[in-house]
């Protein structure tokens, strides 16, 4: 259910957990490589699209101002749009619906930039402290 994947998600520190792993594996690839990163929730995906879009100099979502001659670009995006299952992925294994796969080809060198602290909607951030002994 939506409740246990909350429950879930928080408890494991899974976000957190991603925004620690993009930059490392971005600072990992070699130039002419991509990086694809498959996300089973919006949320997840929500931030991996922000930051492939940081990467490749575009804005980051729609109220982000800053001038394209502002940005810095690392790379590319093949595919402006996530690539989600066929059909017949979906009747062979009915998982995968929720999954989406998106690519950054790295153009050049550099060190990676941080995830964005605006990178979820409305300028919230998820909770990240650990549970309290009373369990919420």
Same mark, same amino acid.
């Given at each position: ?31 002419? $490589?991509?990086? %694809?990163?498959? *996300?089973?929730?919006? %949320? ?7 930051? !492939? ?12 101002? %800053? ?11 093949? *595919?402006?749009? @996530? ?7 979906? @009747? ?8 989406? %796969? ?13 995830? *964005?602290?605006? *990178?979820? @909607?409305? $300028? ?11 369990? !919420?």
């Amino acid at each position: 259910t939506q409740v246990f994947q909350g429950v879930r998600m928080w408890v494991n520190q899974e976000l957190p957990a991603l925004e620690a792993a993009l930059p490392k594996a971005f600072s990992k690839l070699k130039v002419g $490589g991509l990086l %694809l990163v498959i *996300s089973f929730h919006s %949320l997840e995906d929500r931030l991996v699209k922000r930051y !492939f879009r940081k990467l490749a100099g575009r804005p980051e979502h729609e109220q982000d101002g %800053l001038p394209l001659q502002g940005r810095s670009s690392w790379g590319s995006l093949p *595919s402006l749009r @996530a690539t989600a299952p066929s059909e017949s992925e979906i @009747a062979d294994n009915p998982r995968s619906r929720s999954a989406r %796969l998106r690519v950054f080809l790295k153009e050049r060198e550099a060190n990676p930039p941080p995830v *964005s602290e605006d *990178s979820f @909607a409305k $300028g919230k951030r998820r909770p990240t402290a650990p549970l309290s002994p009373d369990g !919420f």
